[in-house]
């Protein structure tokens, strides 16, 4: 048991196991690639690791069901145990770490921006902001960002535009329509619109006037509409949800909706969008593009430092006035810094995320051919699910055992979000891991 100190009872007299582990800052770990280590197996034999977890049951609120796994450093697609032992990683922090671990640029950002300024709040001004939101408006069509720190922070500011513009035509006019099997994050607003009972039923009463419409189906999409709603929110490719693209059709006539009943277009591009389609919003992909009036995003956007973001255009974001949204971390010097010159990377990287995309999945129906309980492969560039007929929950710990990290999602599904730097020779190594823990299944 750790003995503390009664006048200072959070600091524990004996040594934490914590101070055992490398953590700080290794030069070598942005220029050189750690020795390769044999074929993983989970660092729960690890004593190290053992104490974190315990220590970790004691302290934490237990909402977290975490693999056995504690993770030290990483490089490029590679992340490292507390014993050394390498990973594939093709899930990246839930599709955060876009770049990989320790990218040389954006370690070199980070060290150079850490020592001159981190934050100052929204009080002042700082030289990123700014730019930060000229590029995103570029990027996306739309007019004005508010930056946020999480998914779920950009999707209530986003709901916050959709009532107050709704409300400024008429006070009734404040029903937001969402999808069946959609997630747009855990805060109550954002939970209000999540078409999962699942993680809402603790929570109820949630919002009032949500109104969910299962994906694709036009009729329902006709007959929930009307002139209350004040917002549609979609994901154009559900990602919690177990990757499933809306077709462009329900999409358009999302738009055409919107735009008879006066309300807002919202795309919830926190999991699919910033460069994981292949373009730079999942919304793009559609041809002619079905451009929104509100876009949120997050993850990706500034390679790991939290920064979301929710871009409006004119017309939305006349209904923000001053004084009626804020963030005291939103859109920091160092976040916004680093999202800077991640998405000068973006820009060279698009066309190779598009091409290792198309390999990957078709790599990934090779493999469905092969194996029974693969039932379907889905999803654009890099955003790619794999849908089986039994549960998914031992491929996946078979497969950390094997050092490949992937997820899944809703029991069956398999998620890939890896990172858009990978090559094709670590497509080719997840391919031959996954192989192997797919006939596992079928012996079963
Ligand atoms: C589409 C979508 N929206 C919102 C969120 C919530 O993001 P966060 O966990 O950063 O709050 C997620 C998270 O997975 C998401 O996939």
Redesign the pocket.
Known sequence: MTIYNPARPWLPLAPSPVAAIPLAYDERMTSILPPVEPAAAPSVADETAQGIMSREREHLLQNYARYPLVLARGKGSYVFDTQGRRYLDLITG??VNALGYAHPRIVKVIREQAGRLIHCSNLYYHSYQGPLAERLARMSGLDRTFFA???????EGALKIARAYGRAIHPEKYEIISLDN??????LG?LSITGQPKYRADFEPLLPGVKFVPINDISALEAAVNERTAGIFL?MI???GGIYPLTPEFARKARELADHHGALLIA?????GVGRPGVYFAYQLANPVIQPDVM?A??PVACGI?L?FVIASEKAAAAIKPGMHGSTFGGGALACRVSLEFLDILEELLPSIQKSGVYFKTRLEDLARKHASVKEVRGFGLMLGMELTTPGKQVVLDALEAGLLINCTHETILRFLPAYTITEAEIDRAIKILHKVLAKVGKQ
């Open positions: 839930i599709g720190n999480t998914g779920t922070e950009a999707v959609s997630f747009h994050g855990r805060t954002a994901e559900q990602g919690e919830d591009e926190t999991q699919c949120c997050a993850k939290p979301g």
